[in-house]
């Protein structure tokens, strides 16, 4: 079964305060796991992505972390701004380019 | 920087009309997906191209759906009889070998 479950569905933190979305994954063939961020009206970008590898990944103040053992991984945004005010997905790929899986999307709202 | 390219941006149609949408992937992707989100939940796909074939149509409900990617490069997803439950926005993304999907900005579905 190839599902992706994500949690919290809806998140509120405070300016300057820490976002943490969390991901579980099924399917151990998954080697790509993405994160998207969407504002309304707009499509899914593509955010940061980490592959099974490594166990961490930064890019400015967004960082996946990733435990393969537990099939888990998650996004951590650090000094969470108000324009970080979104829906993020997280995802899964098989190898080859294979279609994406969602995940369900937290819509996270940062407060000023 | 390049983008996907959808029409029209919304559209409104009747129960059982034909509706259809169009995609113009970024320049040089040979691979196009066509997905569906419903408000509130994760994108899902419907069909996957590789330059003009189908690879992965598994979730298209061929009764109704219909896609085409007739010269590999712009696509079009066709619903003939639209249900209310087809309400929904519609994605296209693009991909070149190996590399992160690009969204477009979908098209807003309401069936009435």
């Known amino acids: 079964q190839q599902q992706v479950k994500q949690s919290p569905q809806s998140l509120i933190v405070q300016k300057g305060g820490i976002s943490i979305i969390n991901c579980a994954y099924e399917?151990?063939?998954?080697?790509?796991f993405p994160w998207y961020q969407q504002f309304p009206g707009k499509g899914p970008a593509l955010l940061i992505a980490?592959?099974?590898?490594?166990s961490e990944k930064k890019e400015g103040r967004f960082t996946i972390s990733f435990n393969k053992s537990a099939k888990q991984f998650s996004l951590h945004i650090m000094d969470s701004q108000p324009g970080d005010s979104a829906t993020y997905f997280c995802?899964?790929?098989?190898?080859?380019?294979?279609?994406?899986?969602f995940g369900e999307g937290t819509q996270l709202t940062v407060n000023p | 920087e390049a983008e996907v390219a959808q029409s029209p941006r919304y559209k409104i149609t009747e129960k059982s009309q034909a509706v259809a949408f169009w995609c113009d992937p970024i320049?040089?992707?040979?691979?196009l997906y066509w997905y569906r989100q419903i408000l509130g939940q994760g994108p899902e796909l419907l069909v996957q191209?590789?330059?003009?074939?189908?690879?992965?149509d598994s979730q298209l409900p061929k009764d109704r759906f219909s896609a085409e990617r007739l010269k590999g490069v712009d696509s079009t997803l066709k619903i003939q009889p639209a249900e209310l439950g087809d309400s929904a926005m519609y994605l296209c993304?693009?991909?070149?070998?190996?590399?992160?999907?690009?969204f477009g900005n979908g098209t807003r579905l309401t069936v009435t």
């Open positions: 993304a693009s991909s070149a070998q190996i590399s992160p999907l690009h």
């Open positions: 980490i592959r099974p590898d490594v």
């Open positions: 995802a899964a790929s098989m190898p080859s380019g294979s279609r994406l899986t």
């Open positions: 399917n151990t063939a998954f080697d790509y």
């Open positions: 191209f590789q330059d003009e074939s189908v690879v992965d």
């Open positions: 320049s040089g992707h040979a691979t």
